[in-house]
C-alpha cells in the first residue's frame, strides 16, 4: 500500500463521515415538518448507506497487480442516501394545526432525535478517528523526510 493510498483511505472515511453528519442534521432539523413544498406528506428520516470504494479495474497491468490489490484498502464511499419506509409517522392529535387530518391527528416525521443524536455522535468518533489516522500518517511521514535528509 503506497502512502499515498494511506492519506485517501483516512480522507474517504473523513468525507463519509461528514456527509452522514450533515444528513443527521437535516433529519433533526425537520423534526417538526409536517408538510413538504410540494404539499406532500410529512418529511422522512433520511438514511446513509456506505460502501467499501472499488479500485478501476483497468488500472492493473498483470495477475500479480491484480492479486496484491486485492487486499489493499481503498476507503469508503457512500453508496446510497434512502428514506426510512419502515419506521411510521409520530401521530399527534392536534385538531387545531392546519396539517391534522379528518381525525384531528397530525403527521409528524418517523425522525427519533434520541436515534439521530446517538448516531451523531457515532459520526463524530468515526470522523474523530479518521482525523487521528491522517496525523499520524503527516506525522510519520513528516519524520520520514527528515530522516531522509539526514536530520
Do not use: C, W
Not at 464511499?77 to 409517522?89: A, H, K, L, P, Q
Not at 446517538?118 to 500518517?137: E, G, K, P, W
Amino acid at each position: 500500500m503506497g502512502l499515498f493510498q494511506s492519506f485517501d483511505i483516512a480522507a474517504s472515511g473523513m468525507t463519509a463521515q461528514r456527509f452522514r453528519m450533515d444528513t443527521i442534521a437535516e433529519n433533526i432539523a425537520n423534526v417538526n415538518t409536517t408538510h413538504g413544498e410540494d404539499g406532500g406528506g410529512p418529511y422522512r428520516r433520511k438514511i446513509v448507506t456506505f460502501q467499501e470504494k472499488q479500485l478501476n479495474p483497468f488500472t492493473f497491468s498483470t495477475l500479480l497487480d491484480e492479486y496484491r490489490e486485492r487486499y489493499k484498502g481503498n476507503g469508503v464511499r457512500v453508496m446510497r442516501v434512502s428514506e426510512d419506509y419502515e419506521t411510521d409517522f409520530i401521530m399527534d392529535y392536534d385538531p387545531s394545526n392546519p396539517d391534522a387530518d379528518e381525525n384531528g391527528y397530525v403527521s409528524y416525521p418517523n425522525v427519533n432525535t434520541v436515534t439521530e443524536m446517538t448516531n451523531l455522535i457515532d459520526a463524530t468518533r468515526a470522523y474523530q478517528s479518521n482525523v487521528t489516522v491522517f496525523n499520524s500518517l503527516k506525522a510519520m511521514t513528516q519524520n520520514a523526510i527528515s530522516i531522509g535528509n539526514g536530520g
